[in-house]
Structure formats: structure tokens, C-alpha cells
């Protein structure tokens, strides 16, 4: 796999990146997918953006359509692959058709028509609809390559499935890997989230010919799970200055400040969605936020959306996340178990307030994982990335954040020799979170330590590409408490499991229905040395907590 990644790297070449041929694009394209060996951030972007472009999705009677939808757009361009899925109890057939070029979409969209009714707003775009029909279709070509998926793609694990699935394995790390393998967010998944982002660079493509819907976050990644949001950073204009073009555009200036004509062009771009665009369902403006968003449902894909028009920090933010992940293979099924932990004990929350966000969570076990763990580390810091960057890995955000570290990290010549298994990871990440001094020092992932906490806050993470902030200064000290108190448990419960009882190992510690009003009681060092101990009262039957006492110091 080694040879097959240089190959693909020299062949790759930046600019002739989409020039490869067919077996080319296959061989990444498995690469890609089946995570078998590194390829760049950027890259992988790249060739979803691409992927998108080639791909139409088309809402079906059934999955009986399928051979019939193959015939007719097969009939008139190359197809490669189709997908089916459904969304809802009462489901709706989806397929999604990747064609072998961008200008098969263009015979397709050039063939489509527009139902006769003056009550719908004549838009195109990729998202379709397959009218059946009582003419014979003639005789089509075969497609040999094409590979055909009658399964419902977008079709998550149920909670009882992944118990079953878990109760079934051999040891805590087995749990782990099935856990992340069952529910990561699978390749429709995220086919599914680059089409709902084309949706939107398309729709203002007239306007602004070199718009790029960005995805970030969870989606792109390597932690999502299936069904996951995706965050979307909409940009304008991404090309780069021409400092001898003679010829200028001419642009309107902006009204208002900065934040406010932001404001408003959110604003115009929420109007878009929510008038024009097709499945595009739900729109929320939250223009007030420090990063204003528009959230909406696309409800031909599934998708929950967060679009923003901020800078790129957020898309190489998940750059870097996407890198720590790709080092070690115990990376992502740690995490997993971590989110789905913090989820299922209530830590976390999908609606946004005080609690600990995913994303601080994943941070915390990078962290985690740069300190020595039995005296070897698993991570590189950030600096040490960004002292192995090289030209090619220079990027800066318009308001000047300097986003620049190593992109390529098969240049990282030492692989760690922490060879300890998941389930000691998981146990020493519950047992050092739980005795961490958060009173008085932050994590700092640039240097791989905990520094001295630049201002009072409960839980303070700095947030490794903009020094000066704090990604988690939404959490309250209640929270933090709720989450050190948790930790302990965890780590007390795999630690004095003995048995494999109806829900052992990981499952035990996704149990939140406490049996009955309980207290869990755990001790910590506070920084001076001296024992505190915390005892947390549940209320009956649920992860509440009612009420702490950080009692005795002794
Ligand atoms: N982000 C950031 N700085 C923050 C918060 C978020 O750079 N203070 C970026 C990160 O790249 C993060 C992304 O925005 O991954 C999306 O944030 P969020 O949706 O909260 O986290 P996800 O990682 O996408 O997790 P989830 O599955 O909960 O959506
Ligand atoms: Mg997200």
C-alpha cells in the first residue's frame, strides 16, 4: 500500500489532479474510501467536490426503479455507480447516479423538463425526480463497470443492533474498533453531503462563477458518524488575486460594516435556500452569533446543515483533526467511544448551551494523546507539524490566521512506539481527565502541554490555529464538574469489571438509566495536593445530577 501511494502522489500532481485516467480515479477513489493508506486532506476534498460534480440525485418510486433509472441514464451518459436510499418512516426513494463525467450531468440536466404548473419555481439543478412512464424503452447499452447498490444506503445501526453487535465481542478494544466501524459515516454519507453542498454553490454560481461550498467539521473530518451534520463555509469568491489582470470587475462596496453587510448577505443567501432551493426545508437564521449561520434541513439528502460565509479556519481546523486521526489507528475508535460515551451520559447535547461540544471532546482526547502514555506519546504537537511544513502547506485566512502545518504526514518520519491497546487508552484517557488540574492550567494541543490558564475560565482548550481564543469557554463550571465526576466513574467501572455481564465493558458505561437515586463518590488531588472529594446525588432513574458536594479537603 506503501508503492501504491507514491504512485498515486507523483500521478496525482497538484494541478493534474483530475486528469488521471479511469483506473486512476478507481484506484484513489478505493484509497479514499476504504481509508487503506494516507491521502491528503485537501485531496480528498478535492476528489468529493469532483465526485459531486459527476453525480445527480434522483428521487424514485421505489427501489424497483433502479434498472429502469439505469437504462435511461445509461442511455445517455456513462454511469458508474448508483446508490439507493431512503429517508422518513414512510420512506422516500432516493438514488443517487455518479456518472463517468461532468458532461453526462450536463446531457441529463440539458434532457430534464419542469412538471407544467404555474405553482412551482422553475429551478434546476442536480436534484431530480424519475416520472414514470408507460413508453418501452428501447433496447440500452450495458454498462459493465457500473456498480449497482439496491441496499438502503443512509441506513444507520439501531441502538439494539450496536448492543447486540458489542455484547458479541471478545475484548473492550474489539468494542471500540466495531463501534467505529459500524456507525462512521459511510461513503453515500458523505456523496450525500458534498451533493447538498453543490446544491448551494450552484445556486449561486450565475453570480459568482468561482463560489465553493465548502463542507467542514464532523462530515469530512474522520469522526463523523452516519447521520451527522455537516457545516458548510460558502465562499464567493475563492480565487486568488491577479495582480496583473487589466481588466477589473466592477463590484458594489459593501453597506454598512463588515459584521452587518455579512449580516445581510446571509441573510439574502437564507431567502435563497429558503424560496428556491429544493428540499432545502427549515431555515434558521442565527445572524447574531459570533459566527453567523444559517441552519436548515435538506430533506432530499437527510442532512442537517450549518452554513456559514466566514473564513477557511474551520475547513483547515478539520485538516488538522483529519491528520491526528490518519497517525495511528486507535485514533478515530478512541474518539468514537468518547462521543458516544459523553452522548450517551448526557454530557453532551445537540442543542447548543453550556455543555462540553463534540468538538471540545475531540480535542481533549488529542490531547490527551500527546502526552506521554507509559512514557510514549501517540501525537506530535501542532508545532511540531508546522515546523515540518513545507511551501506548498502555507495557508493564511484573509483576517490573517496563519493556518500553516505539514499537510503530508507519511514526511513524518518517526511513528510512535505506544503500542498500548484501546481499552488501556480509553481507562488512562477516564483516569487523567478526572485528575486533571483544570482550576489552574488549559490544554494547549501547539504545545503538547497543559500551560497556565490565560483567564478565568472553567474548562479552557486553546484553540490551536487562533492562540487567543478558548474553544470551550461555553462550558460551565457545572458541566466541567458533571464531566471529571463521569470520567471517574467510567474509569471505575472498566477498571473493577471482572465478568462480561449482560452490558459489559464499553456498554456499561453508556448506561444512563441509574437503577435508582444514586451517588457517586470519587477523590481528586486539587492543585495544592490535598484531597477533595465529590460526591454527585442522581436524581431516580436518570443521569441528572441534583446535587454535588465537593466536601471534605483533607
Ligand atoms: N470549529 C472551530 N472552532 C470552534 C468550533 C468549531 O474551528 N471554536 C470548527 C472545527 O473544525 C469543527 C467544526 O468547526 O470540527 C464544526 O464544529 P461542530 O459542528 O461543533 O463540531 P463537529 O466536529 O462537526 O462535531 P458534530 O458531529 O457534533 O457536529
Ligand atoms: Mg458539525
Redesign the pocket.
Known sequence: SVFLTCRLKNSIGRKKFFNFSSDIVRQLSQQVKQNESFVPFMDVIKFRREEARRSILVQVQSAQSFKELHSYCNSVGNVRQMLHYTVGVEPLNFIVVEFASEKDVTNVLERSSYLEDSQVVPVQSQFLWFRASNRKLPKLKQSKSAILSIENGNQCVTPSEIVNLLSKCDSVSEQMNVLYNSTKLNDLGTRLRFLTARQVENAVRGMFPKAKAYP???SV?G??KMG??L?LVLRLCDDKVKNDARLMFHCKGLVGSERTASQRNMEAIGDLLQLFLPGCSQVRRILQARVPIIKYYQQLTDVEC?LSMANM??VH??DF?YIMGSLDARIRPLVFTIRKWASEIGLTNSSPGRWI???SL?LLVLAFLQKPINSKPILPSLNTLVKLAEPKDSYMTEDGINCTFLRDITKLKTPTENKESLETLLVEFFEFYSQFDFASKALCLNESVAITKPEHCALYIV?PLERGLN?SKNVSMEELDRFRVEARNAAWILESQENKNENWGILSIFENKRKASSVVNFAFANKHGRLVEVSTLFEENTDKPVEYKNASVK
Open positions: 467542514f467539521g464532523s473530518n469522526y463523523g451527522c451534520d457545516d450549518d479556519s474551520g481546523m478539520s483533526l461540544t463534540n468538538f475531540t484553540n474553544v
